[in-house]
């Protein structure tokens, strides 16, 4: 009997050793998988962006994404002005041991820095990384390998600029975030849509040349960021800048230099603007555009008038909009000045203006560019290619008169029956 009682407590002190190996493990800590991972990361900022901000910065994060570790999950990392830190996240929480990381664990991480979205938070769409906000501005991105050895990671990333990328600095020392909005011929607004869980950086595809980049204030002005459209234009480039607050216009036309890749341009600061009526648009100036509001237009030699011309169409109040289809005694009726057939073909003639067919604020048209001056004329709107503008001069009989037509590389001044309906550009003189 004793014998026999010896055993079962035996068996029960077994018994409740195996029970509190299950529930309470030694120390209390299970170490295979929550010791916590160090995270020796750094950062290489690339040398030759030729980037307006080329150095990393205080308050500065990048967005680290491990491709076998899911979505919301992901590592953050913040520079205080000397080093970098880290913190595991889940979403917009910081979250110790978040990534599950553990000794011999390797795979693959996509390092991401947003210049103005350092406070961004992530979620998970299916399986893809999601910021919570798009911003439509360049950013740096690096790939790198890594092992958990010992419970910590290390490495550095090598940062790069996507290529095509180019950015466009205006100074302004009032600047607030997105308080002007810049459109360009030759640049599409782009920024990061998301990250796949592999790793791929997904970009926006849901803008087109022309629209608008959106300003971010720094160093005392706008930065304005975007990539090359695949067609390329050469070394003459159009911008139209809008304040966002009144929606007031000033447009700008670049001769002579060429956008690359990781080109940096800085345009006219925001008060630097072109007078009304007299001044010269290519010597670093703006040029206001809007209801009411003329350029004069000269030749080569800034004696020969072309005309001073309302920068917008009749009743319009922006130059992209093409206005009020009218025909030819319609149009002659209105109370304004039409061009007379003279004013056309002097602005029709190769040796005063240039013609650069673009697309502004999302409508095709011609710039018309003196030595002096510009105008943008836009195409019709129920028009694939060209568009169509009254004279005051009558065709010779009571059936036609003529008109200005333009349409990609085409040009020309036409005489043409009155019943058709174009458009009105008026002039003062």
């Known amino acids: 009997m004793k014998k026999f009682f010896i055993v079962l407590i035996a068996s029960l002190v077994a018994l409740v050793s195996c029970e509190k190996g299950i529930l309470e493990p030694e120390n209390g ?14 950062a290489n900022h690339p040398d030759a962006t030729k980037a307006i901000k080329s150095g990393w910065e205080d308050g500065d994060v990048i967005f680290v994404f491990f491709n076998n570790v899911p979505a919301p999950k992901y590592l953050k990392m913040s520079y205080n002005g000397t080093t970098w830190t880290s913190a595991e996240m889940y979403g917009g929480t910081v979250t110790a041991g978040a990534l599950d990381l553990k000794n011999g664990d390797n795979g693959s991480m996509r390092a991401v820095f947003l210049p103005f979205g350092s406070d961004a938070t992530v979620s998970a769409s299916g399986t893809d990384f999601v910021f919570n906000k798009t911003w439509y501005a360049y950013y740096l991105t690096a790939t790198l390998d890594y092992t958990v050895v010992n419970n910590t990671v290390s490495g550095a990333f090598n940062m790069t600029i996507p290529d095509d990328y180019v950015q466009f600095f205006i100074d302004d020392a009032t600047a607030t975030d997105e308080a002007y909005m810049l459109g360009c011929d030759a640049v599409v607004p782009t920024g990061v849509a998301s990250i796949s869980a592999a790793g791929t950086v997904i970009e926006t595809s849901n803008k087109t040349a022309t629209d608008d980049m959106p300003g971010y204030a720094y160093s005392g002005g706008y930065l304005f960021s975007g990539k090359l459209g695949s067609w390329g234009y050469g070394s003459n480039y159009y911008f139209a800048k809008t304040k966002v607050a009144d929606n007031s216009r000033a447009d700008y036309f670049v001769t002579g230099k060429t956008l690359s890749s990781h080109s940096a341009v800085k345009l006219p600061a925001n008060d630097n603007i072109y007078a009304v009526v007299a001044g010269t648009p290519n010597e670093g100036k703006w040029v206001p555009v809007g209801s009411g509001i003329t350029v004069g237009l000269y030749a080569s030699d800034l004696t020969t008038s072309l005309g001073t011309w309302h920068t917008c169409n009749y009743n319009q109040s922006v130059p992209e909009s093409y206005g009020t289809f009218y025909q030819f005694n319609e149009a002659n009726a209105q109370s304004v000045t039409l061009p007379t057939k003279e004013q056309f073909d002097l602005i029709n003639n190769a040796g005063n203006c240039s013609y650069t ?28 290619w060209q568009g169509g503008y009254w004279s005051c001069t009558e065709g010779g009989d009571d059936s036609y008169g003529w008109c200005f037509v333009i349409g990609g590389s085409t040009h020309y001044v036409s005489n043409v029956a009155r019943i058709r309906s174009y458009a009105i550009r008026p002039v003062l003189n």
């Open 357 to 384: 067919w673009i697309r502004v604020h999302g409508l095709d048209g011609t710039v018309v560019k003196a030595s002096r001056g510009f105008l943008f004329m836009p195409k019709q709107p129920n028009e694939d």
């Open 29 to 42: 800590i299970d170490d295979v998988t929550v010791n916590p991972i160090t995270f020796n990361l750094t």
